[in-house]
């Protein structure tokens, strides 16, 4: 079993800078996804225990920067430029043994 506890998140005007923060109970296969309003869930960012990382939206590239501390077990979503269109629900997530386990999930509504 894994459990992830959430934070950071909120409301922020365009062009602002959030900072989500991931904690998991072991160190992990980490990353993001968000799902907008009306729309489906989808994959923003992962970070390996390596410290390997990937971007699967190409919206964020080069606004969005994941990374993580092992010595925490804790990954982060530093978000910057935020766009309206950045808006929704982030959920983090850790894979265990091809499993994915998810967090709660945190709002994010930036305005313009």
């Known amino acids: 079993q894994v459990q992830l506890v959430e934070s950071g998140g909120g409301v922020a005007q365009a062009g602002g800078s959030l900072r989500l923060s991931c904690s998991a109970s072991?160190?992990?296969?980490m990353g993001w996804y968000r799902q907008a309003p009306g729309k489906q869930r989808e994959s923003v960012a992962g970070?390996?225990?390596?410290?390997?990382?990937?971007y699967d939206d190409d919206s964020v590239k080069g606004r969005f920067t994941i990374s993580r501390d092992n010595a925490k077990n804790t990954a982060y979503l530093q978000m910057n430029d935020l766009k309206p269109e950045d808006t929704g629900v982030y959920y983090c997530?850790?894979?265990?043994?091809?499993?994915?386990?998810w967090g709660d999930g945190t709002q994010v509504t930036v305005s313009s």
């Open positions: 997530y850790a894979v265990l043994n091809s499993k994915n386990y």
């Open positions: 072991r160190t992990l296969f």
């Open positions: 970070i390996f225990t390596t410290g390997t990382t990937f």
